[in-house]
Nanobody
Framework: QVHLVESGGGLVQAGGSLRLSCAASGRTFSDYVMGWFRQAPGKEREFVAAISWTGGSTYYTDSVKGRFTISRDNAKNTVYLQMNSLEPEDTAVYYC?????????????????WGQGTQVTVSS
């Protein structure tokens, strides 16, 4: 079992930045591919970014490329999402998720563990 807790959400103006953190406890964190997903009101959950076990491979959805950066610190059992140049369209609840696999995946249903989410609101 892996327990995930997100933090770092909040209200920011367009063009601003936020850094989300996801602290993991339980099984060996470094065995898990970690991902960030988001869900805006009235919309389906969507993939944002994912990172491999070692952090050597990352993958982003097109809408956040060049603005968001996913990283992880396995010594601290934490994954991060640095979000720059935020836009109102980035407003959503952001979730981190863990996948017990060696392979990055963009499908939420293939992730085994989820956090409770943290709200990000970007004002125009």
């Amino acid at each position: 079992q892996v327990h995930l807790v997100e933090s770092g959400g909040g209200l920011v103006q367009a063009g601003g930045s936020l850094r989300l953190s996801c602290a993991a406890s339980g099984r060996t964190f470094s065995d898990y591919v970690m991902g960030w997903f988001r869900q805006a009101p009235g919309k389906e959950r969507e993939f944002v970014a994912a990172i491999s076990w070692t952090g050597g491979s990352t993958y982003y959805t097109d809408s956040v490329k060049g603005r968001f950066t996913i990283s992880r610190d396995n010594a601290k059992n934490t994954v991060y999402l640095q979000m720059n140049s935020l836009e109102p369209e980035d407003t959503a609840v952001y979730y981190c998720a863990g996948r017990n696999s060696a392979y990055i995946d963009t499908t939420g249903g293939r992730y085994n563990y989820w956090g409770q989410g943290t709200q990000v609101t970007v004002s125009s």
